[in-house]
């Protein structure tokens, strides 16, 4: 079954590459926690290497949270943008695809962030999914009462003006 929708196939290209990038950092977690017990005194490389590591996904977790904080506010401009010239359907299923986007990415950039053990991220990440979803419904209502709003206004201005 082909997929019709070119955002559809958008949005499921990103989470899927958000998915296996969280995979590989927690797949580097794990090594890092089975290496801590390693660290002595008598080793302060491997200190300095863990360091360096935990460092470098701190900082790939701060750009991948504001390249997703552009791309989600990109893609709300784009569903208002779409609400006022398509019909109200298309703009709903994009605001759907939002809020699931947003939900993925930003418990996958603030668990990775915020946490040094595997198991506080999985909470943070469970946390933090169900407080998105809970704002993605609050931005799915308040996105249909903007296009409904919108297109009241343009179809009012239409008829006064044209």
Do not use: H
Not at 123 to 142: H, N, Q, T
């Amino acid at each position: 079954m082909a997929v019709r929708d070119p955002s559809l196939f958008l949005l499921l290209f990103q989470i899927a590459s958000r998915v296996s990038v969280f995979s590989i950092i927690l797949l580097f977690k794990n090594l890092l926690k089975e290496n801590e017990w390693r660290t002595s005194k008598d080793c302060p490389e491997l200190d300095e290497q863990i360091t360096m590591i935990r460092a470098t996904f701190s900082l790939l977790s701060l750009f991948l949270s504001l390249s997703l904080s552009i791309s989600l506010s990109l893609f709300l401009f784009l569903s208002i943008y779409l609400s006022i010239y398509l019909s109200l359907s298309l703009s709903l299923s994009l605001s759907i695809y939002l809020s699931i986007y947003s939900c993925l990415s930003l418990s996958l950039s603030v668990s990775v962030c915020l946490s040094r053990s595997i198991y506080l991220s999985i909470y943070l990440s469970i946390y933090l999914s169900i407080y998105l979803s809970i704002s993605g419904v609050i931005e799915l209502y308040l996105s249909i009462y903007l296009s409904i709003y919108l297109s009241i206004y343009l179809y009012i201005y239409k008829s006064i003006y044209f």
